[in-house]
């Protein structure tokens, strides 16, 4: 069954073998040369203490590669989900060649586990050292950076992207084995693995684990240490950016300032502290910070308002990362476990 | 030994249409039985069953003594050709015979490499470039090559010309008589069950019309030619099947002894093709058991 599986995956493994490889090859050279500038960057700016505006420009020399290659990370676990799960069964349903392979004197229940784990394991390994390179390569910028939490960074580094291979390849043999066909099969993994994608950054990644919440007092203190007020839907709210929440964390949420009873103020309630374009000058109008903001600060102290702040420690990226790995390969097994429920269910 | 296939009261039903109604069957070993019956009557159907590919919706069904494909050594006793036998396209003939020896501790190489040899398939050709016959007989080389007690073709040869039909018939019954191999071969077209089968199954709409052994069956079945007359006028120990009526004559397709009814009739035994011909005519019009033919006179 083993030697029958690898005859069968040849084909396709030898051509993801050529991609990563390639892939592989990409992300070696421009990382080295990348590593090697930061390293020197470093070495010249630290005397000089001005490494916030040398090292800027390494972010934005690489930002079309950065995203490029964050994309493909993101987009293998799918390809894996599409190429090798969708059609692991189904398109031996379609040809009629299951037939063939489960009258032989092997369970159909052993034929697919040796195909899953084999082909999962593959898929796996795949992402994995796809993940491995990202995460060497995108070090230097994601030290610059200091945002390990955004969306796609979070999920093309270190573990998480096995945990989506797991669960991209599980889902298009299920999907396969119960629609019998590839195309469609193809389509909706496509479909769960996107929706899935934008589902878990925004509602489940953030309540993973709980966060620290933060209340600022608005008045001169607080807002001498941010760097800027917006107001939103045409002067009807008001935010306040860059208060002090510790260095690397992830806001999970920053709504608008509110009053003591928890009600959102409108800018338009107390345009006497706000001097230069009021609300009208229509929404996401901007006051920008500095002895300004610090006036606006103290002017609206006057009114007891605050602003919340929720966000997850730096230190939740390793515990997320598991939390996460966890879930996904826990949707697999989960996936898995239908999969041959599905197939035996067929069976007298 | 127990029976080859064993059937109670098995049925399969899609949302909308019985594939199998209320099949009850016991057929003994050692037979080559022939399934006949026309396209969509539940030929196919009744075999997934019994190869379980298939779960019946009703009715309970052994084969070879056990459910089927209870496990690997029920599957190893049964061997299955499926309809328009698939083969893995991209794997060439060497790579068949492979997977059949990995996949079958019975699997006999020097049968399935004699037969190929026999059969002049190229090894190294892949199985998507084989003619139809060609990919039949390797698909069967497969089946034959596990050595099953019990052998299930599904319309083996309903995609081939009539020499590689008759050509794959000729390989099917001597591996089955070289191995001692129980054999199900399905058709609609009874001239090519014919020369093979010593037992018979006709299926028609969903339901069993007819089975026993083809010699029984035949030794049975009585054409008898007469004067009009109803079914009430004849005499005797007979069961009508079926009857047709013209202006001055009555055909009657009668069951009964092994002994020909005697009467005032001309009784003659039916030919298989007749038989089952018969048995699918009812069929086909349950409710009536009887046609009446106006001649051009009478009009």
Same mark, same amino acid.
Not at chain 1, 310 to 333: C, D, I, K, N, R
Not at chain 2, 117 to 128: M, N, R, S
């Given at each position: 069954?083993?030697? @029958?599986?690898?005859?069968?995956?040849? /084909?396709?493994? %030898?051509?993801?073998?050529? *991609? &990563? +490889? #390639?892939? !592989? $090859?990409?992300?070696?050279?421009?990382?080295?040369?990348?590593?090697?500038?930061?390293?020197?960057?470093?070495?010249?700016?630290?005397?000089?203490?001005?490494?916030?505006?040398?090292?800027?420009? @390494?972010?934005?020399?690489?930002?079309? /590669?950065?995203? %490029?290659?964050?994309?493909? *990370? &993101? +987009? #293998?676990? !799918? $390809?894996?989900?599409?190429?090798?799960?969708?059609?692991?069964?189904?398109?031996?349903?379609?040809?009629?060649?299951?037939?063939?392979?489960?009258?032989?004197?092997?369970?159909?229940?052993?034929? @697919?586990?040796?195909?899953?784990?084999?082909?999962?394991?593959?898929?796996?390994?795949?992402?994995?050292?796809?993940?491995? $390179?990202?995460?060497?390569?995108?070090?230097?910028?994601?030290?610059?950076?200091?945002?390990?939490?955004?969306?796609?960074?979070?999920?093309?580094?270190?573990?998480?992207?096995?945990?989506?291979?797991?669960?991209?390849?599980?889902?298009?043999?299920?999907?396969?084995?119960?629609?019998?066909?590839?195309?469609?099969?193809?389509?909706?993994?496509?479909?769960?693995?996107?929706?899935?994608?934008?589902?878990?950054?925004?509602?489940?990644?953030?309540?993973?684990?709980?966060?620290?919440?933060?209340?600022?007092?608005?008045?001169?203190?607080?807002?001498?240490?941010?760097?800027?007020?917006?107001?939103?839907?045409?002067?009807?709210?008001?935010?306040?950016?860059?208060?002090?929440?510790?260095?690397?964390?992830?806001?999970?949420?920053?709504?608008?300032?509110?009053?003591?009873?928890?009600?959102?103020?409108?800018?338009?309630?107390?345009?006497?502290?706000?001097?230069?374009?009021?609300?009208?000058?229509?929404?996401?109008?901007?006051?920008?910070?500095?002895?300004?903001?610090?006036?606006?600060?103290?002017?609206?102290?006057?009114?007891?308002?605050?602003?919340?702040?929720?966000?997850?420690?730096?230190?939740?990226?390793?515990?997320?990362?598991?939390?996460?790995?966890?879930?996904?390969?826990?949707?697999?097994?989960?996936?898995?476990?239908?999969?041959?429920?599905?197939?035996?269910?067929?069976?007298? | 030994?127990?029976?080859?296939?064993?059937?109670?009261?098995?049925?399969?039903?899609?949302?909308?249409?019985?594939?199998?109604?209320?099949?009850?069957?016991?057929?003994?070993?050692?037979?080559?039985?022939?399934?006949?019956?026309?396209?969509?009557?539940?030929?196919?159907?009744?075999?997934?069953?019994?190869?379980?590919?298939?779960?019946?919706?009703?009715?309970?069904?052994?084969?070879?003594?056990?459910?089927?494909?209870?496990?690997?050594?029920?599957?190893?006793?049964?061997?299955?050709?499926?309809?328009?036998?698939?083969?893995?396209?991209?794997?060439?003939?060497?790579?068949?015979?492979?997977?059949?020896?990995?996949?079958?501790?019975?699997?006999?190489?020097?049968?399935?490499?004699?037969?190929?040899?026999?059969?002049?398939?190229?090894?190294?050709?892949?199985?998507?470039?084989?003619?139809?016959?060609?990919?039949?007989?390797?698909?069967?080389?497969?089946?034959?090559?596990?050595?099953?007690?019990?052998?299930?073709?599904?319309?083996?040869?309903?995609?081939?010309?009539?020499?590689?039909?008759?050509?794959?018939?000729?390989?099917?019954?001597?591996?089955?008589?070289?191995?001692?191999?129980?054999?199900?071969?399905?058709?609609?077209?009874?001239?090519?069950?014919?020369?093979?089968?010593?037992?018979?199954?006709?299926?028609?709409?969903?339901?069993?019309?007819?089975?026993?052994?083809?010699?029984?069956?035949?030794?049975?079945?009585?054409?008898?030619?007469?004067?009009?007359?109803?079914?009430?006028?004849?005499?005797?120990?007979?069961?009508?099947?079926?009857?047709?009526?013209?202006?001055?004559?009555?055909?009657?397709?009668?069951?009964?002894?092994?002994?020909?009814?005697?009467?005032?009739?001309?009784?003659?035994?039916?030919?298989?093709?007749?038989?089952?011909?018969?048995?699918?005519?009812?069929?086909?019009?349950?409710?009536?058991?009887?046609?009446?033919?106006?001649?051009?006179?009478?009009?």
């Amino acid at each position: 069954m083993i030697w @029958l599986t690898a005859r069968q995956f040849r /084909a396709q493994a %030898l051509a993801a073998v050529a *991609v &990563l +490889a #390639a892939a !592989a $090859l990409y992300f070696l050279i421009t990382g080295l040369q990348m590593h090697h500038t930061y390293t020197a960057d470093l070495i010249s700016c630290t005397p000089q203490n001005d490494c916030d505006g040398v090292l800027r420009q @390494l972010p934005e020399t690489y930002n079309a /590669a950065f995203h %490029l290659l964050q994309l493909l *990370v &993101l +987009a #293998a676990p !799918a $390809l894996v989900g599409i190429f090798w799960g969708a059609p692991l069964v189904a398109r031996e349903i379609e040809t009629g060649t299951n037939q063939l392979a489960w009258n032989q004197s092997v369970t159909r229940t052993r034929w @697919l586990a040796v195909k899953l784990t084999a082909v999962a394991a593959a898929s796996i390994a795949a992402a994995g050292l796809l993940s491995y $390179l990202m995460t060497w390569w995108a070090r230097p910028l994601d030290a610059i950076n200091g945002n390990r939490f955004d969306a796609l960074t979070f999920a093309t580094r270190d573990i998480v992207p096995l945990g989506y291979a797991a669960f991209a390849f599980a889902l298009g043999t299920l999907a396969g084995l119960i629609l019998r066909r590839t195309i469609p099969a193809m389509a909706v993994t496509l479909a769960v693995f996107i929706g899935i994608q934008i589902l878990v950054p925004t509602a489940i990644r953030p309540n993973l684990l709980s966060s620290t919440t933060v209340t600022f007092p608005v008045n001169q203190a607080t807002a001498s240490q941010a760097n800027g007020v917006y107001m939103g839907r045409g002067g009807a709210e008001v935010y306040i950016a860059g208060l002090p929440i510790p260095q690397g964390a992830w806001t999970v949420s920053a709504p608008p300032i509110k009053d003591s009873a928890g009600h959102i103020v409108a800018a338009s309630a107390h345009l006497n502290c706000f001097p230069g374009p009021g609300p009208g000058a229509g929404p996401g109008a901007v006051k920008a910070g500095g002895p300004d903001f610090a006036q606006i600060g103290a002017c609206l102290a006057n009114y007891d308002l605050h602003e919340t702040i929720t966000y997850q420690p730096a230190s939740h990226y390793w515990p997320l990362q598991w939390y996460e790995t966890g879930m996904f390969v826990a949707l697999a097994g989960l996936l898995s476990c239908a999969c041959f429920w599905w197939i035996r269910r067929r069976q007298n | 030994m127990s029976a080859l296939l064993q059937a109670q009261g098995l049925g399969k039903s899609y949302r909308h249409r019985e594939a199998l109604t209320d099949c009850t069957l016991k057929i003994p070993p050692g037979h080559v039985v022939g399934l006949v019956g026309p396209n969509g009557a539940g030929k196919t159907t009744l075999l997934k069953i019994a190869c379980g590919m298939l779960a019946p919706t009703t009715g309970r069904i052994e084969v070879l003594g056990e459910q089927p494909a209870a496990g690997p050594a029920q599957l190893a006793r049964v061997g299955y050709v499926a309809q328009d036998t698939p083969t893995y396209a991209n794997l060439s003939v060497a790579d068949h015979l492979k997977l059949g020896a990995k996949l079958n501790p019975g699997w006999d190489a020097d049968l399935a490499r004699a037969r190929i040899d026999q059969l002049e398939l190229p090894l190294k050709q892949k199985a998507g470039k084989l003619s139809g016959g060609q990919r039949a007989q390797l698909a069967l080389t497969l089946a034959v090559a596990k050595r099953p007690e019990l052998l299930m073709l599904d319309e083996p040869v309903a995609s081939l010309d009539p020499l590689a039909r008759r050509a794959f018939l000729r390989h099917l019954m001597e591996s089955v008589a070289d191995n001692d191999t129980s054999v199900i071969l399905s058709s609609h077209l009874v001239s090519d069950l014919e020369r093979v089968c010593d037992y018979l199954i006709v299926l028609v709409a969903s339901r069993v019309q007819l089975a026993g052994d083809t010699e029984d069956l035949l030794a049975q079945h009585y054409r008898l030619v007469c004067t009009r007359r109803t079914e009430s006028d004849l005499l005797g120990n007979v069961q009508v099947v079926w009857a047709e009526h013209s202006d001055r004559q009555s055909t009657f397709f009668v069951r009964g002894d092994t002994e020909p009814p005697t009467g005032d009739w001309v009784a003659e035994h039916l030919s298989l093709e007749d038989l089952v011909l018969t048995y699918m005519e009812r069929a086909a019009d349950p409710g009536h058991r009887s046609t009446t033919h106006t001649t051009e006179a009478a009009r």
